[in-house]
């Protein structure tokens, strides 16, 4: 039964669903030889699909890793001189995808998977699979400013607004959100004028960072995350 190509990128671990329609529009993928179109369709048992040169196959099983990413280290598999990767944390773990990122001066969980599927899920806004970041600010926000983030903050892809928010201690915020847009907790308290100084991402989904040490991983199963 033909499958659609950006689902078949995705079921192979080699991108969420999202990032698998880019690597077809920038014509990264090949189907039997031929640059492909957003929209084909292939045969799992019958059609060679590759990306920037690499055949995909589909995973024998999936796999799920959770990893408590320290500040410092880059969630991305290109190495940069003078930059530390998130994948040199986790061995053998090139054919895992990020399902979401940190930015390099954040910290917490991050969850690295071959399935492709899940990883749309968690990506997704509309699967409303919430994020919970523990946010330490440069001083304690004002009524006005805490109004403001109530209403929701202009940002570029649209209007930005946590689900939850509580107080901790005086200037430390636990917040929670589905949207899940580039930096957005540090972008939204920017738009109110207010310097994010430790960012840490304790849980995703059903998944919990719990006392996970910082650099180290485990393997999970998919129940312990949807």
């Known amino acids: 039964m033909p499958t659609r190509l950006q689902k078949f990128i995705a079921h192979a671990g080699r991108a969420s669903r999202r990032k698998s329609e880019e690597l077809i529009r920038g014509g990264r993928v090949r189907v039997n030889g031929h640059v492909a179109q957003l929209g084909s369709s292939v045969d799992e048992k019958h059609d060679m699909v590759e990306v920037d040169g690499i ?29 530390k ?22 910290s917490g969980l991050l969850l690295l998977t071959n399935d492709g599927d899940l990883i749309f899920q968690i990506t997704h806004p509309s699967f409303h699979h919430s994020k919970i970041y523990d946010a330490l600010l440069a001083k304690s926000l004002t009524q006005i400013q805490l109004d403001r983030l109530s ?59 719990g006392n996970l040490p910082k650099g180290k991983y485990k393997e999970i199963a998919k129940s312990d995350i949807v």
Not at 164 to 184: C, D, F, N, P
């Open 55 to 83: 055949q995909l196959r589909p995973p024998a099983q999936h796999k799920y890793i959770m990893l408590h990413k320290p500040t410092g280290y880059v969630s991305t598999k290109a190495r940069f001189p003078h930059q």
């Open 85 to 106: 990767s998130v994948y040199e944390l986790v061995p053998d773990s090139d054919s895992l995808a990020l399902a979401g990122r940190l930015d390099k001066d954040s």
């Open 151 to 209: 209403k929701g903050v202009q940002l570029e892809e649209g209007i930005a607004k946590f689900d939850a928010m509580r107080q901790i201690s005086e200037a430390r915020y636990r917040v929670t959100l589905h949207q899940g847009w580039k930096r957005q907790v540090r972008r939204m308290f920017a738009e109110i004028g207010i310097e994010v100084r430790v960012l840490q991402r304790i849980q995703l989904g059903r998944l919990s960072l």
